[in-house]
C-alpha cells in the first residue's frame, strides 16, 4: 500500500470519509453568537477551511469568508465549492501572511490539534495580529476524553460511499500525541493508500497560557458548538476567546 502526503489523496474522499456532517449547525452557533457583538461581524477568517464546508455555510448566511490552508488538494475542492470570489490562500499555521483585518477567526474540526503546543502559541499571535480590537476566535480541540477514548478505540473500520477504510491510532498519554494512520484498504475509485498523520491533545493550562499571552480573553469553554459548559466528559471542547488589545491590527 502505498503511502502519500497527508490531506493529498485523502482531500478527494474526506467529506466522505473523515467528515461528521455539523457545518451547518457550527454556522448556526456562530451566527446566534455574533450576533450580539454590537460592532458587528461581517469578515471572518477560517484557518484549516479544508474543503471549504464551514465557508460555504457562512458565506450563505452573508460573512465574507477568506479561507487557509496547508493542503493544495484541500484548497482545490474548496475554489469547486465556494467559486472565484472568494479568496483562498495556501498557509501552514503558524505562518499567517494573509492581508487584512478580520472581525472573526475560527477553526474547526480539530486544526489546532495538528499544532505542538509551541506552534499554538505562535498561531494564537499570529491571528491576533489579524483581528480588530474585541475581534472573536472560535475554535475547537480534543480534549483528555479524547485521548481517553482513542486509546480504547485504537482501531476503527468501515465503509463509506463504496470506500472500504481502517483508521488506527496510537497515542502517547506522557507525550500527549497521537499518531493516526488512514489507510484506504479498497478505495472506490483508484489503488489502495494511506496517510499518516499526528495530533496533539493540547492542555487547559497550554491553551489558556497561549491565548493570554497573545492577548486573548477567554469567555466561554462548551461542549462542541453548543452553550453547555464542557465538563470531563466531554470529547470535543469549543474555545470561544475575544481579543483584547485597543490598538488597531497591523494590516
Sequence with gaps: MRQVEAY????????????DPCHDRCASYL????????????????????????ASELIARGYAVVGVDASDAMLALARERLGPDTVLRRMTLPDLTVEG???????????????????LGLTMAAVAHRLRPAGWLVFDLHTDAMMDFTIANAIVAGESAGNDFVISSVVDPTARTCDTKIELTRPRDGDPFCEQHRQHFHTDADVRASLQGAGFAVTAVSEEYTHQPADAATLCATWIARRLSATPASS
Excluded: K, M, Q
Aim: hydrophobic share 40%; proline share 2%; with cysteine.
Design 8 to 19: 493529498s489523496r485523502l482531500a478527494g474522499l474526506y467529506d466522505e470519509i473523515v467528515i
Design 31 to 54: 451566527h446566534e453568537l455574533w450576533s450580539d457583538d454590537a460592532d458587528g461581524v461581517r469578515s471572518v477568517l477560517d484557518l484549516c477551511c479544508g474543503t471549504g464546508l464551514l
Design 101 to 119: 483585518v478580520f472581525d472573526a477567526a475560527v477553526c474547526t474540526l480539530d486544526g489546532f490539534n495538528y499544532l505542538t503546543p509551541d506552534e
